[in-house]
T-cell receptor, first 115, second 112 residues
Framework: NAGVMQNPRHLVRRRGQEARLRCSPM?????VYWYRQLPEEGLKFMVY????????ESGMPKERFSAEFPKEGPSILRIQQVVRGDSAAYFC?????????????FGEGSRLTVL | KQEVTQIPAALSVPEGENLVLNCSFT??????LQWFRQDPGKGLTSLLL?????REQTSGRLNASLDKSSGRSTLYIAASQPGDSATYLC???????????FGTGTRLKVLA
């Protein structure tokens, strides 16, 4: 019974490179959320997706960041031309539909370090 | 703008004590309220979910309540144990959105 799976768990990039973070939701879950946790700060909402649709991206920086959740395969958070300020833990969560809709289940996170 | 405040920011107690963690919202139009624990370097583990029609939830030694009129939630931990040491986070979502707003957490340390 796999939970939310995120990879890679740790990623090191140099400034200007691209980072791709992947998230597979729990089985049966069709809603995916991405959150960012900066050192010593709380989790900040970035984007909410359903299969092939971005529902709410109000927390995404306007530039360099994009997210997708294709019909097949994991959700991907893509950060282009990374800068040191992008260093953070990126968490993915999924939730079911129906009676427990909105209950979040988190992955272990992907920790991005930008050199 | 929705803000979530958790008090205290840090707490250190001897083993066996009962304790209460507090969470308050500036916006009382809460749909779901969820409590999590986070261990250092790890993800978030869901503890309790209080849905709109509910006032409290219990799981083992944990009890969470939600008072929407005052915009407050409390997490009660009975007979605390060293294994309870972690950061506890509350998160609330307004009606019509699944965009949860998180508090900055309470760092709990239970001393053996």
């Amino acid at each position: 019974n796999a939970g939310v799976m995120q990879n890679p768990r740790h990623l090191v990039r140099r400034r200007g490179q691209e980072a791709r973070l992947r998230c597979s939701p729990m089985k049966g879950h069709s809603h995916v959320y991405w959150y960012r946790q900066l050192p010593e700060e709380g989790l900040k909402f970035m984007v909410y997706l359903q299969k092939e649709n971005i529902i709410d991206e109000s927390g995404m920086p306007k530039e360099r960041f994009s997210a997708e959740f294709p019909k097949e395969g994991p959700s991907i958070l893509r950060i282009q031309q990374v800068v040191r300020g992008d260093s953070a833990a990126y968490f993915c969560a999924s939730s079911p539909i129906g009676q427990r809709a909105g209950e979040l289940f988190f992955g272990e996170g992907s920790r991005l370090t930008v050199l | 703008k929705q803000e979530v405040t958790q008090i205290p920011a840090a707490l250190s107690v001897p083993e066996g004590e009962n304790l209460v963690l507090n969470c308050s919202f500036t916006d009382s139009a809460i749909y779901n309220l969820q409590w999590f624990r986070q261990d250092p370097g790890k993800g978030l583990t869901s503890l309790l979910l209080i849905q709109s029609s509910q006032r409290e939830q219990t799981s083992g030694r944990l009890n969470a309540s939600l008072d929407k009129s005052s915009g407050r939630s409390t997490l009660y931990i009975a007979a605390s144990q060293p294994g309870d040491s972690a950061t506890y986070l509350c998160a609330g979502g307004r009606t019509g959105t699944y965009k949860y707003i998180f508090g900055t957490g309470t760092r709990l340390k239970v001393l053996a």
